[in-house]
């Protein structure tokens, strides 16, 4: 799913490594885009979670469009639902639109759901 330029990737990789991992998606999965009710990871809008050594979480995501309007408000619910997990220290949430999000980013449930397929 990730383009390549010259052999760098255009999203950074995930540590899917880390035993927080799985629970830090499945947080990301309680929180929706409120315009489509498909939760945001699964919408292909969180880009890359890492976990640091001292299990501090830094998440890069996108919206769908620049000027949704939960823009300033979606790194918070973000944040909020990663937080309260058992070990996570802190959460920073950062906003990108490089590379834009497109529907191919979507899983296969989400356009199932949104029926796309």
């Avoid at 990663?82 to 980013?105: A, N, R």
């Avoid at 899983?107 to 029926?115: K, N, P, Q, T």
Wanted: proline residues 11%; hydrophobic residues 40%; negative net charge.
């Amino acid at each position: 799913m990730q383009d390549q330029i010259e052999g760098k990737p255009l999203i950074k990789p995930s540590s899917t490594d880390h035993p927080l991992y799985p629970q830090i998606v499945e947080a990301c999965r309680t929180v929706f885009d409120p315009e489509i009710p498909v939760n945001i990871y699964d919408l292909g809008l969180v880009y890359t979670i890492e976990i640091g050594a001292d299990s501090e979480v830094d998440v890069t995501m996108t919206l769908t469009a620049p000027g949704c309007p939960v823009a300033g408000e979606m790194p918070g619910w973000v944040a909020e639902a990663i937080e309260p997990l058992p070990g996570v220290k802190h959460v920073d949430v950062h906003m990108t639109f490089d590379p834009p999000w497109g529907m191919d980013m979507m899983s296969d449930e989400a356009r199932l759901e949104l029926g796309f397929m």
